[in-house]
């Protein structure tokens, strides 16, 4: 199986900051990569799909960037309903799909 | 708008099934594929399976060969798992796939979580 292993598990900023969130996959899985965001008692949001590919209506904030093993998510300007529980996931052809362990973005 | 609905919560003994259903709208059901990803306490996403709910291929994690099955009917698709463990309790979601080639997807519209406990 394809390992995602995402970095920092916690991450501590304030509010207005810029945030960068990784994601190291154990082997290439292309551009075949995902982000959501999850809040408490809430289902997973996509974010971002295809490593840099903005989802629907997701602010403009929110970028993706990476290819191969290496990729990382941006929030330009942390706003507060950005608190959250951020994963990847690759969906390359051999399965299973699998997600990060998630990085956790508290406010400081 | 996309809507995925999950039926309710459950308790169940160990060795039990359970089904999960998840009602689709806002979509043509048949043009993407429904995946479901379970979240158990304290542990990550996990992709269990997906279903082309135009072909009715399906896709399993080995993690769940053999005792999870997937359905589907009009704007439905269905979870069935058996031999239910403690290690089962979980928030199951249910989530359409995006992209054009079914088994290699993101998820853009979830449902809102089913809570499966497994307890004696």
């Known amino acids: 199986d394809i390992v995602l292993t995402q970095s920092p598990g916690t991450l501590s900023v304030s509010p207005g900051e810029r945030v960068t969130l990784s994601c190291r996959a154990s082997?290439?899985?292309?551009?075949?990569l995902a982000w959501y965001q999850q809040k408490p008692g809430q289902a997973p949001r996509l974010l971002i799909y295809?490593?840099?590919t903005r989802a629907s209506g997701v602010p403009a904030r929110f970028s993706g960037s990476g290819s191969g093993t290496e990729f990382t998510l941006t929030i330009s300007r942390l706003q507060s309903e950005d608190f959250a529980v951020y994963y990847c996931?690759?969906?390359?052809?051999?399965?299973?799909?699998?997600f990060g362990g998630g990085t956790q973005v508290e406010i400081k | 708008q996309v809507h995925l609905v999950q039926s309710g919560a459950e308790v169940k003994k160990p060795g039990a099934s359970v089904k999960i259903s998840c009602q689709a709208s806002?979509?043509?059901?048949?043009?993407?594929?429904i995946h479901w990803v379970r979240q158990a306490p304290g542990r990550r996403l996990e992709w269990m399976g997906s279903i082309n709910t135009d072909t009715g291929n399906r896709r399993f994690s080995q993690n769940f060969q053999g005792r999870l099955t997937l359905t589907w009917g009009t704007s439905t698709s269905h979870m069935d798992l058996s031999g239910l463990r403690f290690d089962d309790t979980a928030v199951y979601y249910c989530?359409?796939?995006?992209?054009?080639?079914?088994?290699?997807?993101?998820?853009?519209?979830w449902g809102q979580g089913t809570l499966v406990t497994v307890s004696s």
């Open positions: 989530a359409k796939g995006g992209g054009n080639i079914w088994y290699r997807a993101w998820f853009d519209a």
């Open positions: 082997q290439s899985v292309v551009s075949n």
């Open positions: 295809g490593a840099s």
């Open positions: 996931q690759h969906y390359v052809n051999r399965p299973p799909i699998t």
């Open positions: 806002g979509y043509t059901f048949d043009s993407s594929s």
